[in-house]
């Protein structure tokens, strides 16, 4: 259940807002507008008195609700009229008109402005004109001709919805911490659908915001990806000429008078004004870091996949900096995946982002590798041969978001921990048709059953209580296939597997075989160490456990026939 506080001005602010709520709508929405509740139960109602003119009724409201604020004059607060609309989730039972009432009675009572028994209170009514919402108005001048003690009035009506959410079986959303985006107005979403956009030009514009963040290495690159996909850019300036900040519209959304609608960077999300932008853009700009050579998609994915430690070791400023980052590369997913998955990961981007703001002021500096390498795949387009590049990157944000979920509940971040949880489920939908076919691929490659054998004897050994697990896993062949692989590129196959199986534990992975393919893929593909350095490796990681050093560990690589080469 979704209230939202909005405050009225001017003398006509209570007409305005009677009008509007016994009117037809903006789109003819209202159908059958008519009183629930009102503070003496006795007040007129313009939607259902048949032997009067509704248009008489409506100004007899008008003139009771506003009597207390014409009784103070020039006295009367600058804001007279709370109006508050109250939507129930579109899966909850349709509530009667006693519910509603009861309802608007419990929320004018947690606002301050009709507390339960006080007849002195507020004069306010409730109107229903359709099945999922209520909108409620009050006038801010109690009958005594004291002002209401609304203190935090939006905080205390969330908490009271959610009591109401108990007590009704209604969809029971998150508390949130105030670093939520700015939701569409009904007039946006309305005029959205006019316009014949799937999305809120709001939507719209925080999306590609985000997007041009993500991708700009610095604030002019920036400007120019927002003019390159259709954003209209106006700067605040200061005194000074410098920029303060910054408006977006987009050309095809006007007001009455033909102008572009413009929306300031904070208003679409607390992370998108200017200062906070600049922040950003700091970690992509050109100063060194040692960003290594080799494939970007590698480099991308061993970049994320540090995300996890830093959210269970790092402090919570490089742990929220992490989210900022992994946010970014969801934001540009999207643009470089095959087209069967974009919805998904757009999906995913758009849910994510919530998950990557809260109290907690982020460190960015730990996030800098990411974000390049990341925006190297976007700027170099890489070629991915069998997709496994993707489908490593795509496993290792999966892993990441998964962790992300985890970090949310434990600091107790409700609103965030559900948006990761969303986006969790659009990566796992992506994640299936990504990579289904290039372990398809890699199976068809699989070495002799030999081979197979030895591989699967070291397993036992190394993981007692996931092997069988992982031998029946159907990315059984593929981790072979890779293994096989890292060997004829100099690798010692056991080494490998060892490292990988370190790197993190296997106890939560829906496909333990799946997840050691792409550990092992990404270091099979690395410099091969010589085999004396193997060998000492090996004999120190031995001693280290006071074990003996397995012989297959240090062996030198022996030459495979071709028959095994396949």
Known sequence: MIPKIILSSGPNATRRTIGYLFGKGRANEHIDPHLVASWNSFAPDPGRSP??????????????LDQPVKMLGDKAPKDTVWHCPVRAAPED?????????DIA???????GIAPTGDEEACRWVAVRHADDHIHIAATLVRQDGRRPERGYDQRAVQREARRIEIDYGLRRLKQGDGTGAKRPTSKEHFKAKRMGQDAATRDVLRLRVRRAVAAASDETEFFALLEATGVTVRLKLGPSGDALGCNFALPEDTNDKGEPVFYAGSTLSPDLSLPKIRKNLATTNPEPIAVGPGDPWHRATAAADRIPHHLIHGDEKVAQGQLVALGATLDLLPITAPAAVKVELQQAAVAFERATRSRIAADLDSTRVLRRSVQAIWREGPTDGDGSGFAMLLDTVLTAVAFATHWHRTHQHAQQEAAAEQALVHLQLAYGQITEPVLAGLAQ???SLQVKQRFARHLQQAVPDHAERILHDPAWDALTTVLAEAEAAGHNAATVLDQALGQRPLHDAHSPARALTWRIRRLGERHAPSPRAQAARARSAAQAHGAPVHPMAVAPLQPRSPSHRR
């Not at 032997?51 to 009771?64: C, E, F, G, N, S």
């Open 105 to 111: 009675r419990r929320i004018v009572a947690a606002a």
């Open 51 to 64: 032997h009067r003119d509704p248009k008489d009724a409506r100004d007899q409201l008008v003139a009771q």
């Open 93 to 101: 039972p349709i509530l009667s008109d006693d519910q509603w009432a």
């Open 445 to 447: 490659r699989a070495p």
